[in-house]
């Protein structure tokens, strides 16, 4: 029911992160706001994005009546480039079955299992863990000169319900991770891993195995699910993004995140469902709390600004400004999302602001208008010391209230409701 989805264009690598949905039953609240998403996505046009990203836990109970829900989603939007992965729900009761089942009909001819001989538990004491041919769901997917490497944190696991849910790669996922984060670094491309949860939620050893690779390798982005909060952690390198959950939501508005990588670097900001066209996202400078270089100007003090406007209806205007001086006017390049322009930045500038106006803003309100606004990176770059705890959340920037991050964790994974 799918096609395969081609590499991207040249305009910024752009996705959208649509959270863990824990789908339960017909006309459940986040059923419909499932729904509401993917028809809110469609209305912005094929080539606006490279893909829709589903970070596991699409089924809370890992049933088969729970994937029917999603796939009758997908069926509704057959055109729509979506690419997922499994969660720790869709193995709610030690088995896959169902998620096998589901992405066999489904996904399988974008990226089909790989099935790998993984050691068991011991089943009993003194009994040698015997091997089983195990489906696991990683996959590879270029887009542009973006290598997106999508991992299965779940297939591997030992633990089931009531006895303890864990994450692991398996032997053979973890040396396919290195080999392609290692040959992405050879070809020049930017790496950004798509997975589960945080590397240091792995079991431990793969846990440092994984962190120390994104960082020695320079990793650009680690996306995830799991949290069920926004999050964004960075550690001078690498840049952790967590999406809020669609389901057993407690962190605010459901929406949706965008998140791109311009010229190798990270930008990312949540978009409410309830919130009207248009939606701006600044591409090009980076935000200090991303970069990874120093702020590029040319000869004469300008910088590039690059900015992707989702939108069902083409803008009315979209413009940028400096520490709220004069606007500039942003050209729309050759993809149709993309407004450019090129802007003083004079020495001691701080804040960069882009809006976008929708053709059917009244002329006031907040409705129909949108703005984002960074921080951009100094001329000067230092590079950072190798995190004390790798692959995990020590690195959050906290609240980002911009980017729609609260920072206050309000998850079940962390300091939520048990769910």
Not at 81 to 100: E, N
Not at 195 to 215: I, N, Q, R, S
Not at 386 to 400: F, I, N, T, V
Request: charged letters at 25%; glycine letters at 10%; hydrophobic letters at 40%.
């Amino acid at each position: 029911m799918s096609t395969p989805i081609p590499d991207g264009p040249s305009r910024p690598f752009l996705f959208l992160h649509v959270g863990d949905q824990h789908l339960t039953v017909r006309g459940a609240r986040n059923h419909a706001d499932l729904a509401a998403i993917f028809d809110q996505i469609a209305g912005f046009g094929r080539d606006a994005f490279d893909f829709v990203y589903l970070p596991g836990d699409i089924a809370e109970n890992g049933a088969g009546e729970e994937y029917a829900l999603i796939a009758e989603i997908l069926r509704a939007h057959p055109t729509l480039p979506v690419l997922l992965i499994p969660g720790d729900h869709d193995r709610q009761y030690g088995a896959m079955d169902a998620f096998g089942e589901f992405h066999t009909a489904v996904m399988a001819e974008r990226h089909p299992p790989v099935v790998n001989a993984l050691l068991q538990p011991p089943a009993a004491p003194n009994r040698e863990p015997e091997r089983k041919l195990i489906p696991q769901y990683y996959f590879r997917h270029d887009a542009g000169a973006v290598r997106c490497l999508f991992l299965d944190m779940i297939s591997a696991g030992y633990g089931q319900k009531g006895m303890g849910l864990d994450f692991r790669l398996g032997p053979d996922q973890l040396a396919w991770l290195g080999d392609e984060v290692s040959q992405a670094a050879r070809e020049g491309k930017t790496c950004a891993v798509f997975m589960h949860t945080y590397p240091d939620d792995l079991e431990k050893k793969e846990a440092e195995d994984v962190a120390g690779l994104f960082w020695t390798q320079g990793v650009r982005l680690a996306e995830m699910g799991h949290t069920h909060y926004n999050e964004l952690a960075h550690d001078g390198r690498t840049t952790y993004a967590s999406g809020r959950s669609v389901g057993q939501n407690e962190d605010g508005s459901v929406g949706y995140a965008a998140g791109a990588i311009d010229d190798g670097e990270v930008s990312w900001r949540f978009r409410p469902l309830d919130r009207t066209a248009p939606f701006v996202l600044i591409t090009a400078p980076a935000d200090r709390r991303l970069a990874t270089r120093a702020l590029r100007a040319d000869a004469s003090g300008r910088i590039a600004v690059r900015a992707v406007v989702l939108s069902d209806a083409t803008p009315a205007r979209c413009r940028c400004r400096v520490d709220r001086g004069p606007w500039h006017a942003m050209d729309r390049a050759a993809e149709g999302s993309v407004y450019e322009a090129r802007v003083p930045w004079p020495p001691g500038a701080r804040l960069l602001e882009v809006e976008a106006t929708d053709p059917r803003w009244p002329g006031y309100g907040p409705d129909h208008i949108d703005h984002d606004v960074i921080e951009p990176a100094d001329r000067i770059f230092l590079t950072p010391d190798r995190p004390d705890k790798p692959g995990s959340d020590a690195c959050s920037l906290g609240a980002w209230l911009e980017k729609g991050v609260r920072g206050d964790q309000l998850g079940p994974n962390r300091a939520g409701r048990d769910w």
